[in-house]
């Protein structure tokens, strides 16, 4: 198994993540569909860092990575409680508050 | 000759893209919610074939133990509104936000393919808790200490936002 495996790999993962953000409307899915992509920009970092590992770089980005997901997680997840509140519902369609 | 990290990679490649798949397919959050667990335990038994043994750990820790959690905290606060009707309506911009998706990722995964660089020769403790640690501590220090200030202002965020305003 070459690097380009894991890079087709990655992009495979990351399609299905945009895909799933385009397309659905539950704000949670559409959460979930972020974790994705982040995840699959991991793998990339982690596979270079392995053909190149004079250093730690690759690894030292993906716990920032990591670390960043986890913020935005909580406070993507405060927002949807938020949102549901307001409008109980978490379809993204019928966040409208802003166009009239 | 299949080597043990070709047969470990390709079983977890299959299984991140297919509980991915379910993540985005189902339309039940928390079967949603399974499959990203299922995808991220998969991913994390990937980075083992990369030498990452402290970042699958952290991937096991952080994403499975925290923020799957988290969904499925979300997902039983809210209750039966955590799911969204079925989708109606609008075929042809959704029908088209995902040939989209797929021709670009057909380019880029089709091209980036073709990518071959030898595996380098990795040190003994490559990966390994201390030496990625001694890297952190060495070379990013400061983006260390204003990662766990963001992380702080996350929760705090995170608790303004979400507080009820009744008083």
């Known amino acids: ?10 992009s495979v993962l990351f399609g299905i993540g945009a895909a799933g953000f385009l397309t659905r409307r539950n704000m949670l899915i559409q959460l979930m569909s972020i974790e994705l992509m982040l995840n699959s920009v991991n793998v ?57 | 000759m299949i080597s043990p990290g070709t047969v470990l990679f390709v079983s977890t490649s299959i299984l991140a893209i297919a509980g991915a798949l379910m993540t985005i397919s189902s339309r039940r959050p ?7 667990l299922i995808h991220i335990i998969s991913l994390a038994g990937m ?4 030498n990452a043994h402290l970042l699958a750990a952290l991937q096991l820790l952080v994403y499975a133990g925290a923020i799957v959690v988290l969904f499925v905290f979300v997902i ?15 075929l042809a911009s959704r029908t088209l936000s995902i040939a989209m998706t797929i021709a ?44 766990s200030i963001t992380l702080l202002v996350a ?9 009820s305003r009744t008083e």
Do not use: C
């Open chain 2, 47 to 50: 980075f083992l074939t990369l």
């Open chain 2, 155 to 163: 929760i705090i965020g995170a608790i303004a936002i979400a507080r």
């Open chain 1, 1 to 10: 198994m070459g690097i380009g495996t894991y890079l087709a790999l990655a």
């Open chain 2, 104 to 147: 670009i990722v057909l380019a880029v995964a089709t091209t980036v393919a073709y990518f071959d660089a030898p595996w380098g020769q990795v040190a003994d403790d490559f990966g390994t808790v201390e030496a990625l640690g001694m890297a952190i501590y060495k070379q990013a220090l400061v983006p260390f200490e204003v990662i």
């Open chain 2, 76 to 90: 039983m606060l809210i209750g039966p509104a955590s799911e969204v009707g079925p989708i109606e309506g609008r």
């Open chain 1, 44 to 100: 990339v970092l982690l596979a270079f860092n392995r053909v190149y590992p004079a250093n730690h770089d690759g690894q030292v980005f993906a716990f920032f990575v990591i670390a960043v997901a986890a913020a935005e997680a909580a406070v993507g997840l405060a927002i949807l409680i938020a949102y549901y509140r307001i409008k109980k519902t978490i379809d993204t369609d019928d966040a409208t508050l802003l166009k009239y």
């Open chain 2, 30 to 36: 928390l079967r949603a919610a399974i499959g990203l």
